[in-house]
T-cell receptor, first 109, second 115 residues
Framework: RKEVEQDPGPFNVPEGATVAFNCTYSNSASQSFFWYRQDCRKEPKLLMSVYSSGNEDGRFTAQLNRASQYISLLIRDSKLSDSATYLC??????????FGSGTRLQVQP | GAVVSQHPSWVICKSGTSVKIECRSL??????MFWYRQFPKQSLMLMATSNEGSKATYEQGVEKDKFLINHASLTLSTLTVTSAHPEDSSFYIC???????????FGPGTRLTVL
């Protein structure tokens, strides 16, 4: 079983839609979590950290449920520029990151 | 945010040659650097962790004699793919964290194609 699992998608949504991605992790020792965004043939870029109390940054909301080992990302009012692959990432504390395989989002006009 | 550069951004080489990829932290001191590899439509996979002045720690299944890592200074780590073969063709990405170690900053990646 992969340490971090994501639905690969693609999620095809119209502009303005709200879309949610889920991610589960298997290593209960994982200490911190992040969502990264990766555009085609580019390096991943940090989108936001994920906290148990929830974290909101503009149109983006991330949530962590440690009991269920589940992480979510909600994007409201989708823009064309949101089209990318979203990577769920965990950190067990040994400083290297464990990446999920990513969920592809395509926002359509 | 902090800036990490990689050089070259892409390289095409013949099978059997060695390729060196440089990863530099431009405006901070990176005590730890990480090397990842990403095959098409797959996730980033950690290859090795390097700490300045010490030997790199390789992930299971990564040949240390094939992927030579040197982290001689706090701003530079190099990955050398020795005797590259077509199956080594991939997107190689480094990341660096500072002494705080909380956030990692990624380089832009190096696309290696071995003919």
């Amino acid at each position: 079983r992969k340490e971090v699992e994501q639905d690969p998608g693609p999620f095809n949504v119209p502009e303005g839609a709200t879309v949610a991605f889920n991610c589960t992790y298997s290593n209960s020792a994982s200490q911190s979590f992040f969502w990264y965004r990766q555009d085609c043939r580019k390096e991943p870029k940090l989108l936001m950290s994920v906290y148990s109390s929830g974290n909101e940054d503009g149109r983006f909301t991330a949530q962590l449920n440690r009991a269920s080992q589940y992480i979510s990302l909600l994007i409201r009012d989708s823009k064309l520029s949101d089209s990318a692959t979203y990577l769920c990432v965990g950190n067990t504390g040994r400083r290297a990151l464990t990446f999920g395989s990513g969920t592809r989002l395509q926002v359509q006009p | 945010g902090a800036v990490v550069s990689q050089h070259p951004s892409w390289v095409i080489c013949k099978s059997g040659t060695s390729v060196k990829i440089e990863c530099r932290s431009l405006d901070f001191q990176a005590t730890t650097m990480f090397w990842y590899r990403q095959f098409p439509k797959q996730s980033l996979m950690l290859m090795a962790t390097s700490n300045e002045g010490s030997k790199a720690t390789y992930e299971q299944g990564v040949e240390k004699d094939k992927f030579l890592i040197n982290h001689a200074s706090l701003t530079l780590s190099t990955l050398t793919v020795t005797s590259a073969h077509p199956e080594d063709s991939s997107f190689y990405i480094c990341s660096a964290s500072d002494t705080g170690g909380y956030e990692q900053f990624f380089g832009p990646g190096t696309r290696l194609t071995v003919l």
